[in-house]
């Protein structure tokens, strides 16, 4: 059987409208129509009307995506949608595969990874209101996602959905999002809270985690995007904190999220992530999603309402054991959801695979690219020089919109990377390809297709040899690798299970490097890897997962349309072991208790304490052209305690092409009473500049980016003392420091 979403039940309400009439006629209706009336006022008008019944029965998915209205009363269902980098195609009624639908193909955004490596609040505002509204078009009203799992260590499986290591540039980052996909009259759901930061064990591993930890690394993000953002629901994640399930968590959804943060949405259970109906009922939950992944020991006639949130719930609400009380809160957080979605008759219509869609994600994913390295100037390519270039690697031709998990996109087109490079090249340049190894052949999941055949009859040794004769014979090579969304890669439910490239392409690598200097190494990916040979090649570019433009933006890159800007959002170490998790013993896959040994002490937070080097140190990026950096200075170099400190800086392109630089500004506390990092991230900018333009560089320095959480008393403290001010490149390449202090 196949449920498609119909116009019935909207329209339902639209006729209830009219014949009801709204305020500004003068008519009398029911309030809960009248779209001037205050959303509180029409949330209590609704709730008043509806029957037990009805009240349990919006509180539980009615088919994979959707959840129940109130015909009777007009009020419409709820249709989600998989998200955040593409809308999700249709699926059949209570199956995870396509239901083959002809118009429900999409563009294809960027991964998070990569919206973050932008360090571009606009990219992100670009994002959201461009998804938003392929969203809109297709009728959803819940868009599953942003996520803001922090990177914690290099083998998540799903770190490429999520936007780093670092918890203000994570924050600063997803407001945007949140706000212009929600201009649309859609909401976000802003997933997993909180603590998921990893896939193996997912459903089983107890995440433990000191409290200064969860509100300095954990928590951030996603409290910026509930009070900053205004997100409309967030989603529980599939582990435990504290011995309890997160979709079903006392401490984190009833004491954090709902009574610390102040959030009136809805909170919406992972698919499957639902265990238990007194704590569903008791500790949070609002709307319970999943199919045959809910717990349910046997099948009954309509699965949706065995939910631990349908029958089971009604029996104790008729009972007196559930309170009516709490029933109420979560129909309210739901009818407000619904009003601010299904329900709103002033959202835009949105669009569906517009050319400016796909200019976005063009111009968002050439933005994200991070040149990690450029020695001797071997990018960009002068195609005036290069007759002849050699583009190897099966990532050079494998779709990657297709699988990884919930993230999987039908989409309407994918531009590879190979395909990029020759509409590039155009006539200037003879482009050749070699496939160098062979990795993962499939090309469908859930039912969607790329209709690419990847068979391969050649040896692994023949393979490089047929590379590395091309590359020898050609003028420049570009080696496109890495990895791909195959288990125990960049994929949901799967963690990877190692730091180094699959498929033995460090061996191609290493062979291309001998036979041609002119080497440039592409890595595809979510995540960082190891690069054994990275002193052999000049060239490396981190491309991330690019969507359906990831070809042309990349040829962009490589050719010099457009200079790199990118900075990484996570280190990259050099081995597994300079990872804090991974140094402590802290990551067992097979662990159903994760004790966060490292603490606060996540990513660059943890080489600068231990002093370890890492291959590319987080925010790194280079350019085409270089910058340099005037003294940092401060309005004031003593501030007592709650007033701002204003820095500033001047910054130079001396080099020949205009470019953009990322300034980064990190605070070390100099005089703290507990263990701080060294340095924390606390401000950045993106600053344009021309061939010879300098710019000062202002950020404001609050109180709050002063304070270390305090677990004994629950607050946030400033203390006095003295305080640097850090201004660089990157977390390691600091150009400039000031000091200032607090009194």
């Not at 984190?252 to 943060?261: A, E, R, V």
């Not at 111009?363 to 020089?385: H, Q, T, W, Y």
């Not at 054994?532 to 490589?558: C, Q, R, T």
């Not at 605070?667 to 950045?684: A, C, H, Y």
């Amino acid at each position: 059987m196949i449920m498609k979403k119909t116009l019935l039940v909207p329209l339902a309400g639209a006729v209830l409208l009219a014949s009801c009439g709204q305020a500004g006629n003068g008519n009398a209706g029911p309030v809960y129509l009248d779209v001037d009336r205050p959303l509180e006022e029409r949330v209590e008008d609704a709730l008043s009307r509806m029957t037990l019944e009805e009240k349990v029965r919006v509180l539980h998915a009615q088919s994979k995506f959707s959840s129940a209205g109130v015909p009777r009363l007009g009020i419409p269902e709820l249709w989600c949608t998989d998200g955040p980098h593409g809308i999700r195609p249709e699926v059949l009624w209570d199956e995870w595969d396509q239901a083959g639908w002809t118009n429900d193909s999409c563009v294809a955004f960027p991964a998070l990874t990569c919206l973050a490596a932008t360090w571009n609040e606009e990219m992100s505002a670009l994002y959201g209101k461009s998804i938003g509204e392929e969203a809109r078009y297709r009728e959803k009203d819940v868009l599953l996602g942003p996520g803001v799992n922090i990177y914690r260590t290099p083998l998540n499986g799903r770190n490429f959905e999520y936007m780093g290591e670092d918890p203000y540039l994570a924050s600063k980052m997803v407001v945007p999002y949140v706000q212009q996909v929600q201009e649309n009259g859609v909401a976000v759901c802003v997933k997993h809270f909180a603590v998921n930061n990893q896939e193996a064990k997912r459903h089983e591993y107890d995440a433990v985690v000191d409290d200064r930890t969860l509100h300095e690394i954990y928590l951030p993000a996603f409290k910026a995007a509930v009070q900053e953002g205004g997100a409309w629901s967030v989603m529980g994640a599939y582990n435990l904190y504290r011995g309890q399930h997160l979709c079903h968590n006392e401490y984190m959804l009833n004491g954090i999220l709902k009574q610390d943060w102040g959030f009136d949405g809805a909170v919406i259970s992972d698919w499957g992530g639902t265990h238990d109906t007194a704590e569903s009922i008791s500790n949070g939950l609002d709307l319970e999603f999943g199919t045959w992944t809910n717990g349910l020991r046997g099948e009954t006639s309509n699965t949706y309402d065995a939910y631990y949130l349908a029958d089971p719930y009604l029996a104790r609400l008729r009972s007196g054991e559930a309170s009516m009380e709490v029933l109420d809160d979560k129909v309210r957080r739901v009818l407000r959801l619904i009003f601010r979605t299904a329900m709103n008759t002033r959202k835009p219509f949105g669009s569906l695979c517009s050319p400016e869609h796909y200019d976005a994600a063009r111009r968002i994913a050439g933005e994200g690219i991070v040149l990690l390295k450029n020695d001797g100037g071997v990018l960009p390519l002068d195609l005036s020089s290069s007759c002849r270039i050699a583009v190897i690697g099966e990532n050079a031709i494998k779709m990657m919109t297709v699988g990884g998990g919930s993230s999987s996109l039908k989409v309407q087109h994918e531009c590879t990377p190979l395909e990029g490079i020759i509409a590039a090249a155009g006539d200037k340049a003879e482009i050749v390809y070699e496939r160098g190894y062979v990795g993962d052949v499939s090309g469908d999941y859930n039912g969607v297709v790329t209709g690419q055949d990847l068979s391969e009859s050649r040896s692994e040794s023949q393979l490089t040899a047929d590379a590395v004769a091309l590359a020898a014979s050609s003028d420049a090579v570009i080696f496109v690798g890495g990895l791909n969304k195959s288990a125990h890669q960049d994929c949901e439910d799967s963690d990877r299970l190692g730091l180094e490239l699959p498929y033995a392409q460090d061996k191609v690598i290493s062979a291309l490097a001998k036979v041609n200097p002119n080497l440039v190494v592409v890595i595809i990916s979510g995540n960082a890897v190891a690069m054994p040979w990275a002193d052999e090649v000049n060239g490396i570019v981190e491309a991330w997962f690019g969507g359906s433009e990831a070809g042309n933006a990349l040829a962009d890159v490589l050719f010099g349309k457009v200079n790199p800007s990118g900075k990484l959002p996570f280190t990259f170490p050099g081995k597994l072991e300079d990872n804090g998790a991974h140094a402590l013993g802290a990551y067992d896959p097979d662990a159903v208790r994760v004790e966060y040994k490292e603490g606060i002490y996540v990513g660059y937070r943890w080489a600068d304490k231990m002093q370890v080097k890492p291959l590319f140190a987080f925010g790194h990026g280079l350019s085409y052209t270089d910058f340099s950096y005037g003294g940092a200075k401060c309005s004031k170099s003593v501030v007592r305690s709650g007033a701002d400190v204003q820095v500033s800086v001047d910054v130079t392109n001396i080099g020949q092409v205009a470019g953009k630089e990322v300034v980064q500004l990190y605070i070390g506390d100099d005089e703290s009473s507990v263990e701080r990092p060294v340095r924390e991230l606390k401000g950045f900018r993106k600053v344009a500049l021309e061939p010879g333009e300098t710019r000062t560089v202002n950020f404001t320095v609050t109180p709050d980016m002063l304070k270390f959480y305090d677990p004994a008393s629950g607050c946030w403290v400033l203390e006095k003392g003295s305080f640097t001010v850090y201004i660089g490149s990157s977390s390691t390449d600091i150009r400039t420091t000031a000091r200032f202090e607090v009194r």
